[in-house]
């Protein structure tokens, strides 16, 4: 940094000071310039809400940190198309399904089952849809505000009141301060304050495009709902189908089989039959040593504890090209942390990425 740079910081930093700690007042920005700052209500809500519509869309936590760490690991591997996530009424049409299919066709609750199973997953295409409705025209629309003209405003406010320091620094010290090194410190504070105002009625001018990303939300929602309406009508008209079919059906009589007569035989002995005999004893051997025990070796080698590590508490199985299986008390090597919910690591020369809340760490990654 220049010296010229170095001055302005110290002017900055001791008039902040001399505001904060001795009460000196700055210069007052006017009121429509203060109207404009709702763009700080505005960032706050765009934020909160793009957070709990995720969770509206994937409300099981351990899901949105799969799909967040699958997303992270696809940018990491140059994937295009981020891989998908399974949806809770999937795996319960799924589960219905290999059920249904076990019962048999003779079975009523078999049929009924296979019915509900194919519905549900039909509800899984259906909440795919959804996903990428909202995904694409209300979730990517806000990030992009968030990333884009909100950061952009930001910065502007931070250079803005950086140059409202150097200028009331300046000002105070009339005399001893050139007069053109005053005048550039006025001139550029207003400069920032025009380029930051503009920014701000900008974007407070356009909020229709929220708006209109917001109907775009209720859109998905309605089209997701009348879809899903439409199912369950048709599953239920089954299901009452079934049920009518099988109240119609004559019921077949259980006749339990005649037993046919066992002959025990005569009794020889006093325990049926069965000769006693005496268990031989065993007799206790001084020679018997706790080594002849089978020692139990461990599955897995255990790296030295002066790397970073963690030991599993629980079975993790795979579901995923990239994940790292193990077994609870496995001792996993730490090679990096993709989020605050994932690390990646190896076991037995594998190497995978594992859900934190599985493991606690031992020796944990250099920061």
Same mark, same amino acid.
């Given at each position: 940094?220049?010296?010229?740079?170095?001055?302005?910081? #110290?002017?900055?930093?001791?008039?902040?000071?001399?505001?904060?700690?001795?009460?000196?007042? /700055?210069?007052?920005?006017?009121?429509?310039?203060?109207?404009?700052?709702?763009?700080?209500?505005?960032?706050?809500?765009?934020?909160?809400?793009?957070?709990?519509?995720?969770?509206?869309?994937?409300?099981?936590?351990?899901?949105?940190?799969?799909?967040?760490?699958?997303?992270? *690991?696809?940018?990491?591997?140059? $994937?295009?198309?981020?891989?998908?996530? @399974?949806?809770?009424? /999937?795996?319960?049409?799924? !589960?219905?399904?290999?059920?249904?299919?076990?019962?048999?066709?003779?079975?009523?609750?078999?049929?009924?089952?296979?019915?509900?199973? %194919?519905?549900?997953?039909?509800?899984?295409? *259906?909440?795919?849809?959804?996903?990428?409705?909202?995904? $694409?025209? #209300?979730?990517?629309?806000?990030?992009?505000? !968030?990333?884009? &003209?909100?950061?952009?405003?930001?910065?502007?406010?931070?250079?803005? +009141?950086?140059?409202?320091?150097?200028?009331?620094?300046?000002?105070?010290?009339?005399?001893?301060?050139?007069?053109?090194?005053?005048?550039?410190?006025?001139?550029?504070?207003?400069?920032?304050?025009? *380029?930051?105002?503009?920014?701000?009625?900008?974007?407070?001018?356009?909020?229709?495009?929220?708006?209109?990303?917001?109907?775009?939300?209720?859109?998905?929602?309605? &089209?997701?709902?009348?879809?899903?309406?439409?199912?369950?009508?048709?599953?239920?008209?089954?299901?009452?189908?079934?049920?009518? %079919?099988?109240?119609?059906?004559?019921?077949? +009589?259980?006749? @339990?089989?005649?037993?046919?007569?066992?002959?025990?035989?005569? @009794?020889?002995?006093?325990?049926?039959?069965?000769? !006693?005999?005496?268990?031989?004893?065993?007799?206790?051997?001084?020679?018997?040593?706790?080594?002849?025990?089978?020692?139990?070796?461990?599955?897995?080698?255990?790296?030295?504890?002066?790397?970073?590590? !963690?030991?599993?508490?629980?079975? #993790?199985?795979?579901?995923?090209?990239?994940?790292?299986? #193990?077994?609870?008390?496995?001792?996993?090597?730490?090679?990096?942390?993709?989020?605050?919910?994932?690390?990646?690591?190896?076991?037995?020369? $594998?190497? /995978?990425?594992?859900?934190?809340?599985?493991?606690? *760490?031992?020796?944990?990654? @250099? $920061?």
């Amino acid at each position: 940094m220049s010296v010229a740079g170095l001055k302005k910081q #110290f002017y900055k930093a001791s008039q902040l000071v001399s505001e904060k700690v001795g009460g000196a007042e /700055g210069t007052k920005l006017d009121d429509d310039f203060k109207e404009m700052e709702k763009v700080d209500v505005t960032s706050k809500a765009v934020t909160e809400v793009l957070a709990r519509t995720i969770e509206y869309l994937q409300p099981n936590p351990a899901s949105r940190a799969k799909l967040t760490m699958l997303n992270t *690991v696809s940018k990491i591997r140059g $994937q295009v198309k981020n891989p998908g996530y @399974p949806q809770s009424e /999937g795996l319960l049409g799924e !589960c219905m399904i290999r059920h249904g299919k076990e019962l048999g066709g003779e079975s009523n609750f078999g049929d009924a089952l296979l019915d509900a199973g %194919e519905s549900m997953k039909r509800l899984a295409e *259906v909440k795919d849809s959804l996903d990428i409705e909202v995904k $694409q025209n #209300f979730i990517d629309p806000l990030q992009n505000l !968030c990333e884009k &003209d909100l950061k952009e405003i930001q910065h502007h406010l931070k250079k803005l +009141e950086g140059r409202r320091l150097d200028f009331d620094y300046k000002k105070k010290r009339q005399g001893k301060i050139p007069d053109e090194e005053l005048r550039q410190a006025l001139e550029k504070f207003e400069e920032s304050k025009e *380029v930051a105002e503009t920014s701000m009625h900008n974007l407070l001018e356009t909020d229709i495009e929220q708006v209109s990303q917001l109907s775009a939300l209720v859109d998905a929602q309605l &089209d997701y709902h009348r879809q899903a309406v439409q199912i369950l009508d048709e599953l239920a008209e089954k299901l009452k189908r079934r049920m009518r %079919e099988a109240s119609s059906r004559p019921k077949r +009589e259980y006749k @339990p089989k005649p037993r046919e007569p066992f002959d025990l035989g005569e @009794p020889e002995q006093s325990n049926g039959g069965f000769p !006693c005999t005496t268990a031989p004893k065993i007799a206790a051997s001084s020679s018997f040593r706790s080594s002849d025990k089978p020692i139990r070796t461990p599955s897995r080698s255990m790296p030295p504890l002066d790397q970073p590590s !963690c030991k599993a508490l629980y079975d #993790f199985e795979p579901e995923n090209d990239g994940e790292l299986g #193990f077994h609870e008390g496995d001792v996993i090597t730490l090679t990096n942390q993709i989020d605050e919910n994932w690390y990646e690591g190896m076991l037995d020369g $594998q190497s /995978g990425f594992f859900p934190l809340s599985y493991v606690e *760490v031992l020796v944990p990654l @250099p $920061q």
